[in-house]
């Protein structure tokens, strides 16, 4: 048997890459042997597929778009979170309301109040990621009945809050009884606050974006951390107003006087919202 015979009995036996002679003839080399740029060589059938897995040749905006969507969320989180934070700042219902408790029943009522708004906001959270602010759109009437009657339930805790006779040193009806009135009238407070009905119905949804993800979850997301920042920072204003009462006006007198001055001040921003709405303009909480 002739050498090349033998030698290509061999190689179709053990599959033995092909001589070094048709590798020079190979497309992918030059006549002279030096290697041109496989880039512009088609891939075969097999690896077309799968190339970019195996040679990492993945597109550099499909692999910098994930990193790009994380960084726009997490940014257009941040900036939800400072708004609802400087919106709290804002004295409002919510606020004068945890204030006049705390001044008139001590921190641990102003804490209970502000459980109670936190989960109203909660419940409104629920009803957003539902889908509920569709039924106001088609029934503007009813969100316009809400507001109304939102602020006719903040104008009557004002009047409460003026009327009252309690306060610090005063004796309460029981610690419970006391506790859940405040947790109870926190949780009407903030479904039937004009501003927070506005808040959630039409300022949060404009936080949404495609890339978030399924709307509800953008709402749960959104909605129960506005709960959170209005749990934390609306406690930490009761316990403190209750502190700074019983330090620096020991007497009974003082803190009802204080606690009056929270109804009024109340009373005069449910007039100011009520002002608004008949002037056509709309304040964000």
């Known amino acids: 048997m002739r050498p090349q015979a033998a030698f290509a009995s061999l190689r179709q036996i053990a599959r ?3 001589p070094r002679d048709q590798w020079r003839s190979s497309p992918l080399l030059s006549t002279n042997g030096s290697q041109e740029n496989l880039s512009t060589a088609r891939p075969a059938p097999g690896l ?26 997490s940014g257009r989180y941040l900036v939800f979170v400072a708004t609802v934070v400087s919106l709290i700042a804002v004295p409002g219902p919510d606020m004068l309301y945890v204030l006049g408790r705390s001044l008139a029943s001590g921190g641990r009522a102003g804490c ?15 009803l957003v990621a539902a889908g ?8 503007p009437a009813l969100f316009l009945a809400l507001k109304y009657i939102g602020v006719a339930y903040l104008s009557w805790l004002a009047f409460r809050l003026v009327r009252s006779e309690g306060g610090l040193h005063a004796p309460s009806r029981g610690p419970r ?6 947790f109870s009238a926190g949780v009407a407070t903030s479904l039937l606050n004009p501003k927070g009905l506005l808040f959630y119905f039409a300022i949060l949804p404009q936080f949404f974006a495609p890339a978030d993800g399924p709307f509800w979850r953008h709402a749960l997301v959104y909605g129960w951390t506005t709960s959170f920042l209005c749990l934390t ?23 009802r006087d204080l606690s009056r001055l929270a109804g009024v001040l109340l009373l005069v921003s449910v007039l100011a919202m009520l002002g608004a709405e008949w002037s056509g303009v709309a304040t964000p909480r």
């Open 16 to 18: 033995l890459p092909p």
């Open 48 to 73: 077309q597929r799968h190339g970019r897995l195996l040679t990492g040749a993945a597109p550099a905006a499909l692999m910098r778009a994930p990193e790009v969507e994380r960084i726009e969320v």
């Open 112 to 126: 209970f109040s502000a459980a109670g708004i936190a989960s109203g906001y909660a419940l409104l959270t629920l």
């Open 132 to 139: 509920f602010q569709l039924v106001f759109e088609a029934f």
């Open 177 to 182: 009884r006391s506790e859940w009135a405040s």
């Open 233 to 255: 920072l609306y406690s930490a204003l009761g316990y403190a107003a209750s502190y700074g009462a019983r330090r620096w006006t020991p007497e009974p007198s003082a803190s």
